[in-house]
């Protein structure tokens, strides 16, 4: 069930985004033993001046500031090192297929409670 939403300014050089988000899940699956058929990645553009930091807005995507914002949805039944393992890997395979550094990807990880979910056509409890 993780879902992984990544938001950005568009970046000046073309970004493959197909490939980032199906290679992020692939890693995302990889590091933590979550199956890959239960990753979802989405990617989403704020357009140009969209997006301030410190009041200052951008046209695209700076590499020391306005970080990636990432919004990660996991079952609150993960253990804080099953988090601190979900962050770390989303952190360094953004960083590795973006080549933007770590320091600029701002991650929240969100907990889904059970009974709190619909999936599949019904409320999910874990």
């Not at 490939?19 to 990645?41: K, P």
């Not at 020391?64 to 804080?80: E, K, R, T």
């Amino acid at each position: 069930m993780p879902f992984i939403h990544v938001r950005s300014l568009p970046f000046e050089q073309p970004l493959d985004v197909q490939a980032v988000i199906e290679g992020l899940s692939q890693d995302f699956a990889g590091s933590t033993g979550i199956a890959l058929q239960h990753v979802t990645a989405t990617w989403t553009f704020f357009a140009p001046g969209h997006y301030a930091v410190a009041g200052l807005a951008a046209s695209h995507q700076p590499r020391q500031s306005h970080p990636l914002l990432v919004d990660l949805l996991v079952p609150d039944l993960n253990s804080a090192d099953d988090v601190r393992r979900m962050l770390i890997a989303v952190a360094s395979s953004l960083a590795q297929r973006t080549r933007l550094p770590r320091e600029n990807i701002f991650i929240n990880c969100r907990a889904a409670r059970s009974g709190r979910v619909f999936d599949e056509g019904r409320i999910a409890r874990w």
